[in-house]
């Protein structure tokens, strides 16, 4: 099959390699859609925890072409998503509701074979049916807004609350549509780029352009700060100041993905004095089938928030014009 392979860090091919094979408990993913996501960003630049070579890909969606020999929920022809994060189900976390720290946690596409490939190998346990009429665009889209619910169950803004945002890329597109859709009274969105705010502002967010205007701006909006802050960037420098705006008894977020090993300056007087609460959200934990929901129901619109749909022949370019910022999402049809 055709594949993209990330050699080592900071290299990338589109190579033919060996189909994979089938575990009796896997299926056979035939793969219709994939997102580039800036975790593959960050494994691209060994910034995460993948080893090398590795085939990336972890927001795909496709139709089953072979089943194992012990599978029983799922059949040949069916469409699925498919979860990434294999949890071993044994270990303390597992048992304990915490599955995205598995122990013996992998990662399709983060630590075996992924989606940028025209298949993949997945446990069927991993795999959730597509409701009839589900787009491919559409169901590329679960497995990062599924991270999304992940996160607002984790940090919960009280209804009514104003949230700022920082970050207008695709997360942060579907984080403002989840936050208005859960009782935010106003989600304040700042981004350096026009295009994504104007975006940002069709989804029902107030907009501050970045840059030397906005703490300003933000002031004028919310004197006193905000009792909700989600950073959506992953840039540190973001981050760092992203507290300035956290107003006493705040919750903040931390959802954007830095490079493991960066720090920021938090000072821990001002975490005490303000009775700030400071969450992380990794990744999903069982979040799949509320995504499945909202996406089928309309609750979160998608279809602008891709701006290239590529062959796999195609990626590089992508990938590259992804990682520069001048894409919303990219997705790949191998
Ligand atoms: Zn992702
Ligand atoms: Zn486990």
Known sequence: MQAIVFPQAEAMSVERVDDPPCAPDEVIVQVAQCGICGTDVHIYHNEYMSDFPLIPGHEFAGTVVEVGSAVRTIKLGDRVAVDPNLYCGACDFCRNEQA?????????????????????????????????????????????????????????????????????????????????????????????????????????????????????????LSPRGFPSVVDATGVPAVVEQAFAYLRPRGQYLQFGVTPNGATVRVSPYDIFHNDWTIYGSFALCYTFLPAIEMLAHGAVDVSALVSDTLPLAHFADGFHRFEAGKTLKVHVRP
């Open 100 to 220: 995205n720290h598995c122990s013996n946690w992998q990662g399709i596409g983060i630590t075996r074979g992924g989606g940028f490939a025209q298949f993949v190998a997945a446990p069927a346990r991993a795999c959730y049916l597509l409701p009839e009429g589900m787009s491919d665009q559409q169901a590329s889209f679960i497995e990062p807004l599924a991270c999304v619910v992940h996160a607002l169950k984790r940090f919960r803004p009280a209804p009514g609350d104003s949230v700022l945002l920082f970050g207008a890329g695709p997360m942060g597109l579907l984080l403002i549509q989840a936050l208005r859709n859960n009782g935010a009274s106003r989600v304040v969105v700042v981004d350096k780029q026009p295009d994504r705010l104007a975006l940002a502002q069709r989804f029902g967010a107030v907009t501050v352009q970045a840059g030397p205007d906005a703490e300003a701006a933000l002031r004028e």
